[in-house]
C-alpha cells in the first residue's frame, strides 16, 4: 500500500471529485445543458433493498449530479445577488463538516461556539453596528428578517405592557407595521409567519430608484414596527434609514433594516456615504452565503436590544444547560440542533481581513459599473443608477427582453435572471462573487451583446 494513502479512500475520492468541480467552473457553460438536466433520469431509482459500496453511491453523485448543477459558485454567474465560496470557506466547511458539532449549546460545542462569539464580534465592527448587539447565525436573510422581526415583535409590545411570546397575539395592542413599496418579499413572509400579516401593513411610496420617501412616512404612535432595505435587490439602493429613524425613534417606533447583501456597503469605505446612518437602527438582517461569499446556507440576525432576541427565541427545558454564563447559540435562533455556520464566517473574515473584504465589495461594484458602462455602450438602456452591485439592463420590450435573457442564459458564458421593476422587465446583473474578474466582466459583455444580436 502507498504509505501517502489516506486512510479514508471515500473522503479522499469525495475531496479530489470537488477539487475537479471547482476547477472546471471557468470553462464549463454556467447552466447546465440540457442533455446533463435529462441526466438526472440516473438517480431515479427505486429505494434499494440491500446496502452497496458507498463508494459507487459517490460516483453516481458526481457523474449524474455534478453536470445538473448550475455553477453558481463560478466567476460568471450573475443571478440573484449571491455569491460563490472563498476557498477558505469551503475548507473551513468540509473540516467544520468533519467535526459534525451541533452547535446549539456552549458547553458540549465549546469549539464551535466559540468560534461564532469571535466571528459575530467582528462582524459587528466590520458592519459598523453598535459593538453590544445580539446576534444570530441563521439559515438566510429570510431567517434573520423573521429572528430581527420577532424580537421588534416582542420590543413594541414590551414597552406596551404585553408580553407577547407568554400570551400571543390574540388580545395584543395594536402593532403598526410600516414598509417600502418594494419591500423584499422575504420580510412579507415573516410578517406573516409572526401573526403581523402580510398585506395588513401601511406602504409608504418610493421614488424613482425603490427608495422609500421619507416624506411619505405615516405619523407615529403606538407599538410600531418600521421596516425599511439597505439595498433593493433590483437597483442596489438604500432606503433613507437615518431620516427615517430621526423620525420613528422618538414616539418608541423600532426600525428594522433588511440588508441581506447592502448592509455589506459599510464594511467599504468608499461606500460608507450609502450606510450612512444604518447603525441607528434597531434590528439588522444580512446574508454572508451572499456577498461574504461562504457556502450556503448562513444569514446573520443583530438585534440592539439582547432581551428582546433572548425573549422571542430562547427555550427552556429542564435537560438542557440554557442557563450559562457562556453564549448559548440557541438562545438567539429558531433551532436548537443545528450546523456550526459560524466557522466558515470566521475563516472568511480571519483570511480576507477588513482590507480583503472592502477590496472585494469595492471590486464587485466597480464590475457592476464597468457592465453598465459597455452594455450601455453597446446601445442597450441601463434603467438604473449603479450605486452598488446591481444592474438593470432592458433589451427593448417586455417580450424582447425576456427572449434576449433566455438566449444569454442557453449560450451558457454567463447567467442572468430576469425581474420586472417598476413595470419594465429587465435583465438584472448582479456582482458578488470574490471569483469576477474584469476579464469575465468582459467575456460576459461581449456574450450578452453577441446573443442579443443574433435575435429579431
Ligand atoms: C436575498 C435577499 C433576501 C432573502 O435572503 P435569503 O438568504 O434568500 O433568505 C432578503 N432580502 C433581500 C434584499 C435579499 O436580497
Not at 253 to 276: E, K, Y
Not at 404 to 420: F, M, S, Y
Request: aromatic share 6%; net charge negative.
Amino acid at each position: 500500500m502507498n504509505p501517502e494513502m489516506p486512510l479514508n479512500p471515500l473522503l479522499a475520492d469525495a475531496s479530489a471529485r470537488a477539487i475537479r468541480y471547482i476547477d472546471g467552473l471557468g470553462t464549463r457553460p454556467v447552466a447546465p445543458t440540457p442533455a446533463a438536466v435529462n441526466g438526472l433520469s440516473a438517480f431515479d431509482e427505486s429505494l434499494p433493498d440491500k446496502p452497496s459500496d458507498p463508494a459507487e453511491t459517490l460516483r453516481l453523485l458526481d457523474d449524474a449530479g455534478s453536470p445538473a448543477t448550475t455553477a453558481m459558485a463560478g466567476p460568471r454567474f450573475f443571478g440573484f445577488v449571491i455569491g460563490g465560496s472563498l476557498p477558505v470557506t469551503l475548507a473551513a466547511n468540509w473540516l467544520a463538516g468533519a467535526w459534525d458539532q451541533n452547535t446549539g449549546l456552549f458547553r458540549p460545542t465549546p469549539a464551535t461556539s466559540f468560534i461564532e462569539q469571535v466571528a459575530l464580534r467582528w462582524l459587528l465592527e466590520l458592519l459598523q453596528l453598535p459593538s453590544d448587539c445580539a446576534g444570530s447565525f441563521v439559515t438566510g436573510a429570510t431567517v434573520a428578517n423573521l429572528c430581527c422581526l420577532a424580537a421588534a415583535r416582542n420590543g413594541v409590545l414590551k414597552r406596551a405592557g404585553w408580553d407577547v411570546e407568554g400570551k400571543g397575539l390574540f388580545g395584543a395592542p395594536s402593532i403598526t407595521v410600516v414598509v417600502g413599496d418594494e419591500i423584499h418579499p422575504s420580510v412579507s413572509k415573516a410578517l406573516g409567519v409572526l401573526g403581523m400579516g402580510r398585506n395588513r401593513v401601511v406602504r409608504v411610496p418610493v421614488d424613482g430608484q425603490g427608495r422609500m420617501r421619507a416624506d411619505h412616512l405615516p405619523p407615529m404612535s403606538g407599538p410600531t414596527i418600521v421596516c425599511t432595505q439597505a439595498g433593493n435587490v433590483n437597483t442596489g439602493a438604500f432606503d433613507p434609514i437615518e431620516v427615517i429613524c430621526k423620525q420613528a425613534h422618538p414616539s418608541g417606533a423600532w426600525v428594522h433594516v433588511d440588508g441581506a447583501f447592502g448592509l455589506w456597503a459599510a464594511a467599504a469605505p468608499s461606500l460608507r456615504g450609502l450606510a450612512a446612518g444604518l447603525a441607528e437602527a434597531d434590528s439588522w438582517a444580512t446574508d454572508a452565503h451572499k456577498w461574504l461569499n461562504v457556502p450556503y446556507d448562513c444569514g446573520l440576525a443583530f438585534v440592539r436590544d439582547h432581551s428582546a432576541l433572548k425573549a422571542a427565541m430562547a427555550i427552556s427545558a429542564e435537560y438542557l444547560p440554557t442557563q450559562s454564563e457562556f453564549r448559548n447559540p440557541s438562545d438567539f435562533t429558531p433551532e436548537l440542533s443545528r450546523r456550526a455556520r459560524g466557522v466558515e464566517v470566521w475563516a472568511a473574515l480571519r483570511s480576507l481581513g477588513k482590507q480583503g473584504i472592502a477590496e472585494m465589495i469595492e471590486r464587485n461594484c466597480a464590475q457592476a459599473r464597468r457592465f453598465a458602462a459597455k452594455l450601455g455602450a453597446a446601445g442597450f438602456e441601463i434603467l438604473n443608477e449603479v450605486v452598488l452591485n446591481q444592474v438593470l439592463v432592458s433589451f427593448g420590450d417586455a417580450a424582447k427582453t425576456a427572449r434576449t435573457i433566455q438566449a444569454i442564459q442557453d449560450e451558457g458564458t454567463c447567467w442572468c435572471g430576469i425581474t420586472v421593476w417598476q413595470g419594465k422587465t429587465a435583465m438584472r446583473i448582479s456582482v458578488s462573487s470574490w471569483a469576477t474578474t474584469d476579464a469575465d466582466v468582459d467575456r460576459s459583455v461581449e456574450a450578452i451583446v453577441n446573443s442579443a444580436k443574433g435575435l429579431p
